[in-house]
């Protein structure tokens, strides 16, 4: 997202803990790209200024594929970065705002309560990309062929 938001116009808000920093060449990047269009992209580790005025919420998984080792100095890094409704409500999101992930989903990540209510777009997420990935299957197999 940091990679192409920016790019597209629009602004975001990247939240991370102060001991998982953005690599300052992809940060350069995307600030780049804001400035070339307009958007604003900013910082933080503090999840409540992050979603301040937020129209979409999104985490990703805390502890990837091959991370297992990492798992619980991962969680106790992630403490507090768990999404939630108060979270939103605390920091201020927009009235309407909605929820992303791009799955799969572990509850350290998300309350149950935000990941299955009417905000959560998650399935239409994965949908979505199952068709943009066939998309480009596509392309490729037509192009090969």
């Not at 129209?55 to 970065?81: H, P």
């Not at 509850?107 to 068709?131: C, G, H, I, L, M």
Request: proline share 6%; with cysteine.
């Amino acid at each position: 997202m940091l990679a192409a938001l920016p790019k597209c116009g629009l602004s975001m808000s990247v939240c991370t803990p102060e001991k998982y920093p953005i690599p300052a060449p992809m940060r350069q990047r995307a600030d780049a790209d804001a400035q070339a269009t307009g958007a604003q992209v900013s910082y933080h580790s503090d999840p409540l200024q992050a979603v301040s005025n937020a129209d979409i919420i999104v985490t990703d998984t805390w502890v990837s594929m091959g991370m297992e080792g990492e798992k619980a100095q991962r969680l106790r890094d992630f403490a507090g970065y768990q999404v939630s409704s108060e979270m939103a409500r605390q920091g201020g999101a927009s009235e309407d705002w909605v929820f992303m992930h791009c799955l799969p989903r572990k509850p350290d990540e998300v309350t149950d309560e935000v990941f299955y209510s009417d905000r959560s777009v998650v399935f239409q997420e994965a949908e979505n990309r199952k068709w943009t990935i066939l998309a480009v299957f596509n392309a490729l197999f037509a192009k090969a062929h």
